[in-house]
């Protein structure tokens, strides 16, 4: 089985701090792991994956995210926040042989100017 | 523009009458699927489509129906609503069916059953 967890409800940042969003999991095997933002009123939106190789992966509007195996993490990150980087952020996994990838519950992120 | 589509994007009906929602894409992706999102409990996967007829269910697929007759097409069925249907659901496509592919959400639709 494969299981994705955010453990923040809402992270809250002022423009201009680096941001992390956490996230972590577990699958059998190797996982396969995303980053989504959503905007109020919109669909979600793909940042990153990670899928094999550099740990530490580079995806759109500045972020990235760094995958620990030993520590089962994917955490999202950005060096320096934007009020416009405010929004819900999704985690999620999949393992080898599966089509059905599983979300976590969404961490909100208020970058406060 | 590459996009997925939903209509309609807002919907409010009664208890029992059938409804569907349409999603389509204009990217010849071959993996479509609906989710359900719900406060606290993020996005949960209804069904998915892997090609034209072939459909099977996620996680979540009492009370919903799909079907997969054109490649650019997945509707979302709900033959006799209930207000715990009551939601936000996206459609989403990929270009490929394997775990590494991801996913292009369109802009949701918001049902609220009463």
């Known amino acids: 089985a494969q299981s994705v967890a955010q453990p923040e409800d809402q992270v809250n940042v002022a423009e201009g701090n680096p941001l992390t969003v956490k996230c972590t999991y577990s699958?059998?095997?190797?996982?396969?792991l995303f980053w989504y933002v959503q905007y109020p009123n919109r669909g979600l939106q793909f940042l990153l994956k990670?899928?094999?190789?550099?740990?530490l992966v580079k995806g759109s509007y500045g972020f990235e995210a760094e995958f620990n195996k030993s520590q089962t993490s994917f955490h999202l990150k950005k060096p320096s926040a934007l009020v416009s980087d405010s929004a819900l952020y999704f985690c999620?996994?999949?393992?080898?042989?599966?089509?059905?990838?599983?979300f976590g519950r969404g961490t909100s992120l208020i970058v406060h100017p | 523009e590459a996009q997925v589509t939903q209509n309609p994007r807002y919907l409010i009906t009664v208890t029992g009458k059938k409804l569907t929602v349409t999603c389509s894409q204009n990217?010849?992706?071959?993996?479509m699927s609906w989710y359900r999102q719900d406060p606290g409990l993020g996005l949960r996967q209804i069904y998915y489509?892997?090609?034209?007829?072939?459909?099977d269910k996620g996680d979540v697929p009492e009370g919903y129906k799909v079907s997969r007759k054109e490649k650019r097409n997945f509707p979302l069925i709900l033959e006799s609503p209930s207000p715990n249907q009551t939601s936000l659901y996206f459609c989403?496509?990929?270009?490929?069916?394997?775990?590494?592919?991801?996913?292009?959400f369109g802009p949701g639709t918001r049902l609220t059953v009463t």
């Open positions: 489509s892997m090609n034209v007829e072939v459909t």
């Open positions: 989403a496509s990929s270009s490929g069916t394997g775990p590494t592919y991801e996913q292009y």
């Open positions: 990670y899928i094999t190789g550099d740990n």
């Open positions: 999620a996994v999949k393992q080898r042989g599966s089509y059905i990838p599983t």
């Open positions: 990217m010849n992706h071959e993996y």
């Open positions: 699958v059998s095997g190797n996982p396969y």
